[in-house]
């Protein structure tokens, strides 16, 4: 039987949690439940509910567009995370360290997140435009090749992963230095005192204290680009065909365009079982004492 | 002595933000004594777009001065205009009376119980009534029957011309042959011959529904079944996409043009034609904004297809915006009267001045000295009506408009044949119908 | 004399690197900038113009606007009611899920995942049903139960990982010196975790001041906030550049004022409390 002591702490932990499990509840329950229930229904708009059990999810597994949106998403969000990690902690590592002008710089590599995924996407936009933008413009100085960037299929999804990298490579950073001025500057003067070179004290003890910010970083990236819909709509609309139609782009389609409200909720389902497993898959790789 | 502080201006603010909330709104109440005898309407929520509110607007003054009702105009922005308003319709609360609507969502809204059929309104001879003799546009009504029952009066119809250079083209072409010939006269330099609507979601398949009627193409037969894969669809996107492809007639970016990138061409002289909704007529005719071409262009319909017997076959859209009740509105009666007033020419009247709606459904604003003067366009805009078609109504019309865009630009970019995409077009509207319940 | 030069060499490296990322970076912005002072015939010129006459009509079309203001304080008031609720009771949580183990621990970070994951569309529809029948449409209430209710799963799990990777042993020090757990977390955990503490409020804060969706569905002309406002200018069917540039730095500009100022407030007053007493 429990001991007083653990029942203390049950009830401490959860008065700690009662704040946030009472919004969460009130609010998000109710729509989550739902959700979860229009799924199991078709609906549309001229025909109303009714209820098919499994058959949006048996749709989904059969739904080509689907497979193909599935597969952008996968690669959109591989490409743009693997660089955004890497070039966010290069950079949180740079600016860790005092030097002049280090938080004008920092301020500065903020302003690409400031902008809201729809002013990105027009600005952008601007720029990838294949008469008057200014990318053409540089590759053609430079002697490079210059493309239709957002009506060609081929860097159509390429196109909507630099807007990516650009708007959160910043927000990458942000987390991973905060996490990086919180280790103790002791560790690194005793490996120094060690002798330890740069790199070793960047695997010894930096990319361990770090590691549950990467594993947050990776997880809330990773559910952001699956959910992604601002930047892909305003750049591409999904198209060329369907070159750069991500899940969330056509979860949004058919959810509150065409209203098939039953399968884009089956969507969202799919796609929050997809990411829970990536998610698991991360933590189990990452080993962090959780 | 941290903590004390965070606590505090923890209750401080949610103190605030619970008082913020209980502010109410004002309870509307009728303003002037109406000259009716009748009681003043009662308020009633007006939804439209952000570029034709302000005309809502100054029409509902006018209301509230001329009956006393009060009209609250709910602006929506564009972008989730679909969105927001089936949402609210479907949430069946009653949260907008009168809705901003184009005819192609009155098929399956209206099937879908959402909207208020308007006939028995019309027979009840205590309300006020349209003055049909007024309509510029009965076409423009009919866009608004479904299944013998009408549900909403039109405020704009909007169609298409063939804007080209004076001083490079003489006379317009006339089919589709002389308009490929015309555009690869013209393609050189820095200038092509024409350009495209290629973006998505759907821009393309409105511009690429012209060709495909002009060419015989067929969406769907009486009993809905598609046809768009027949020879004539294909031919119709075959030419449409060679002119990318195989003629380069159009600039490499038109899977990236929708209506500004297409004015943007015309007016920075990029195209000596294009094909371009009546709206840009203004913009275009504008000195200070269309600087290079202001007085070097004329508008002529679009061009046709040659048939066997000689004659040419021209077909050209329209769009239809107007406005419809919601089937669950609680005072059924005062939203109309409100409609009724904001579609005839006493409302009309603000939106070419105030909002972005041009060609309203009036005889009256039309034959205005001060709008005649204002667009030079309108006579040769009637004569382009006869061209006119909409998209049938059909409850699955959005989707399908969709479906086809999708397919149009996998073959306008090459990643399907034309053949293959028609293919694929048809057995997804098939797909669409069967799952609609026509067959 | 080695270690000097090498030293010289990486730091040049470092400073060459930033230059570079920077640029990068910031050129988009710049170019916008540059666009929304440009004259429409200027602004599509190619090759691009880089010197002309410019023009701050579309800055004070859109700053001189009447209702400007009453959208930013709609953002501003609604924006940081939420984040500022959010984040104190997500550090609450946090602190809750890092350093206890309870029945229901894994569940509950779990459960918040799935909240997280769940696409924006889906909850917009049932909320707004919900929202109509409760009157909670197109009030400040309304958008700030949805945007705290929304950045608590986010702000939760950050907050954790933070947590999680401060040892417990100080606040362990300081409890049996007599402190309660809650007094620990203030005094000793908050200001060591006040780097994260810090981002997290930043951006969440930037995201819920940047959300258009829940505000354009769950909102209307009343409380209408910054961004859905801003859509008005930029239409599809007139994309004024210039304009939309303009109008696009009237949105960021405010936020970004406030992220320098709340970074160094929030690390302040976080801080200012932890001297070793």
């Known amino acids: ?290 | 002595m941290k903590a004390r502080m965070l606590l505090t201006m923890f209750i401080v603010l949610t103190v605030m933000s619970t008082l913020a909330s209980c502010a109410k709104p004002p309870i509307p109440s009728p303003t002037a004594i109406p000259p009716t005898k009748a009681p003043p309407p009662k308020p009633i929520t007006v939804a439209v777009w952000v570029t034709d509110a302000p005309a809502v607007r100054k029409a509902a003054e006018a209301y509230e001065q001329q009956t006393g009702g009060k009209v609250i105009v709910e602006e929506i922005a564009r972008e989730v205009i679909r969105e927001k308003q089936v949402t609210a319709l479907t949430a069946a609360t009653g949260a907008y009376d009168v809705l901003w609507v184009p005819s192609e969502w009155i098929a399956e809204l209206a099937e879908g119980g959402f909207l208020q059929p308007l006939d028995e309104l019309m027979a009840n001879s205590n309300l006020p009534q349209p003055n049909k003799d007024d309509w510029a546009s009965p076409g423009g009504v009919e866009a608004y029957r479904y299944k013998a029952k009408l549900y909403g009066f039109p405020v704009s119809m909007d169609t298409e011309f063939l804007f080209y250079r004076t001083d490079l083209i003489s006379k317009p072409p006339e089919t589709w042959d002389e308009y490929l010939e015309v555009a690869q006269k013209f393609t050189k330099d820095d200038m092509y011959g024409t350009t495209l609507f290629g973006k998505l979601p759907e821009s393309i398949s409105w511009d690429f529904i012209n060709y495909f009627w002009s060419f015989g193409g067929v969406l769907f037969d009486e009993n809905f079944h598609p046809h768009v894969n027949s020879p004539e669809g294909v031919a119709a996107l075959t030419y449409y996409v060679d002119l990318l492809q195989k003629y380069k007639v159009v600039p490499p970016g038109v899977p990236t043009y929708e209506y500004p990138e297409v004015l943007t061409a015309f007016q920075q002289g990029k195209s000596a034609m294009c094909i371009q909704w009546n709206a840009a007529y203004g913009d275009f005719a504008s000195q200070e904004k269309s600087p290079l071409i202001y007085d070097k262009f004329a508008v002529a319909r679009l061009p046709g297809y040659k048939m066997p017997d000689g004659s040419i076959h021209r077909s050209v859209i329209g769009h239809v915006w107007g406005f419809v009740l919601d089937a669950h509105s609680k005072n059924t009666e005062d939203a109309y009267r409100f409609l009724v007033y904001l579609t005839g020419k006493d409302g009309l009247k603000y939106f070419p001045t105030d909002g972005a709606s041009i060609n309203v459904n009036s005889k009256a604003v039309l034959t205005d000295p001060e709008m005649v003067k204002a667009h030079p366009e309108f006579p040769f805009l009637n004569d382009v009506f006869a061209d006119m078609s909409l998209w049938p109504n059909a409850t699955v019309t959005h989707d399908m408009i969709l479906a086809l865009a999708t397919e149009a630009s996998a073959a306008l970019t090459g990643i399907k044949t034309p053949q293959q995409a028609m293919d694929d077009a048809n057995a997804a509207i098939d797909a669409l119908m069967k799952k609609a319940g026509y067959y | ?277």
């Open chain 3, 1 to 277: 004399m080695k270690t000097k030069l090498n030293a010289l060499i990486i730091n040049s490296l470092n400073y060459g690197f930033l230059i570079v990322v920077l640029a990068l970076f910031l050129f988009p912005i710049f170019w916008m900038f540059l666009t929304s002072i440009k004259h429409p015939v200027d602004a599509f010129a190619m090759p691009p113009i880089w010197v002309f006459k410019p023009t701050w009509e579309n800055y004070i079309l859109t700053f001189l606007h009447k209702e400007y203001y009453r959208y930013l304080w709609n953002s501003l008031v609604v924006t940081t009611i939420s984040i500022v609720i959010a984040t104190f009771i997500s550090a609450l949580a946090a602190y809750g899920t890092a350093r206890y183990r309870f029945i229901g621990r894994t569940q509950v970070l779990l459960g918040l995942l799935i909240f997280y994951t769940i696409p924006g569309i889906a909850y917009a529809i049932p909320l707004f049903l919900l929202y109509s029948r409760l009157g909670l449409l197109d009030t400040a209430l309304g958008l700030i139960l949805v945007f705290t209710a929304l950045t608590i799963p986010f702000a939760t799990w950050v907050l954790h990982g933070y947590f999680v990777s401060i040892p417990p042993d100080l606040e362990e020090a300081a409890m049996v010196d007599g402190c309660s757990r809650l007094a620990a977390l203030f005094r000793v955990t908050l200001p060591l975790a006040a780097p994260g503490v810090a981002a997290t409020a930043v951006l969440t804060f930037i995201a819920t001041w940047n959300s258009f969706l829940y505000p354009a569905i769950l909102a209307g002309s009343k409380y209408k906030t910054l961004p859905v406002a801003v859509a008005a200018f930029i239409t599809d069917t007139r994309i004024e550049w210039g304009q939309a540039a303009a109008v696009a730095s009237a949105i960021i500009l405010p936020v970004l004022a406030l992220t320098v100022a709340a970074q160094k407030f929030i690390i302040l007053g976080l801080t200012s409390g932890a001297l070793k007493e």
């Open chain 1, 1 to 290: 039987m429990m001991s007083r002591r653990s029942w203390r702490r049950h009830i401490s932990a959860y008065q700690f949690l009662a704040p946030i499990l009472l919004v969460v509840v009130a609010m998000l329950v109710y729509p989550l439940l739902y959700v979860s229930r229009l799924s199991f229904f078709s609906y549309s708009l001229s025909q109303g509910l009714n209820f098919i059990g499994w058959q949006n999810y048996i749709d989904i597994a059969k739904d080509s567009v689907f497979h193909i949106a599935l597969r952008n998403t996968i690669t959109y969000s591989a490409a743009a995370i693997s660089v955004e990690l890497v070039l966010g902690f290069v950079l949180a590592n740079t600016l860790n360290s005092e030097f002049f002008g280090r938080n004008l710089v920092r301020a500065f590599l903020l302003i690409p997140m400031l902008a809201s995924p729809i002013v990105s996407g027009i600005m952008w936009r601007f720029m990838y435009n294949p008469d008057f933008g200014i990318i053409n413009y540089f590759f053609k100085s430079l002697g490079l090749p210059t493309f239709v960037w957002t009506g060609n299929p081929s860097t159509a999804l390429l196109a909507c992963i630099v807007v990516d990298i650009w708007q959160y490579t910043p927000f990458v950073m942000l987390l991973l230095l905060a996490g990086l001025q919180s280790i103790p500057k002791e560790q690194y003067e005793a490996a120094m005192i060690d002798g330890a070179t740069f790199f070793q004290q960047m695997r010894h003890i930096t990319i361990p204290w770090l590691k549950p910010m990467i594993l947050v970083v990776l997880l809330m990236r990773t559910m952001d680009s699956v959910k992604v819909f601002d930047q892909v709509y305003a750049l591409t609309g999904g198209g060329p065909g369907v070159s750069s139609l991500t899940v969330g782009v056509y979860a949004y389609f058919k959810g509150f365009r065409s209203f098939s409200l039953g399968y884009a909720s089956a969507i969202s389902w799919v796609m929050a079982l997809i990411t829970l497993i990536i998610s698991l898959l991360y933590i189990r790789s990452i080993k962090v004492p959780e």
